[in-house]
């Protein structure tokens, strides 16, 4: 049974507002406990619809991730690609590739030591 105000709002049963919501009837009781309007009229719980929908509005939904900030972009995309000249000219072999002691050297394939 709705029950309409004189101010044009309408009490609607605690069950229709959770459903409205769709919340629970505890969770609305735990909504009137915190402030959200409504009350008993003749033993049965009342919400007053609009007034308890901008009450939830105001007080219930929050953004729980907000958007990542912009990072700046980074200069190296500003940078022009560098020259052959200036990464080297990659001839020279790794260090590793003769062992850590030997620089310089040309490469040789390996062979199995003759018995």
Not at 70 to 84: N, V
Request: glycine content about 10%; hydrophobic content about 30%; proline content about 11%.
């Amino acid at each position: 049974m709705h029950i309409p105000l004189p101010n044009g709002d309408v009490l609607i049963p605690r069950g229709e507002f959770a459903a409205l919501l769709d919340v629970t009837v505890r969770t609305v009781q735990g909504y009137e406990k915190q402030g959200c309007p409504g009350g008993l009229v003749g033993g049965v719980a009342y919400n007053p619809q609009n007034e308890g929908l901008n009450w939830v509005a105001a007080h219930k939904i929050k953004r729980r991730n907000p958007p990542a900030v912009a990072r700046a972009k980074s200069s190296t995309q500003a940078r022009p690609p560098r020259t052959p000249e200036a990464r080297g000219s990659g001839s020279q072999p790794r260090a590793s590739q003769f062992g850590p002691d030997v620089k310089n050297r040309e490469h040789r394939a390996y062979t199995t030591p003759l018995s």
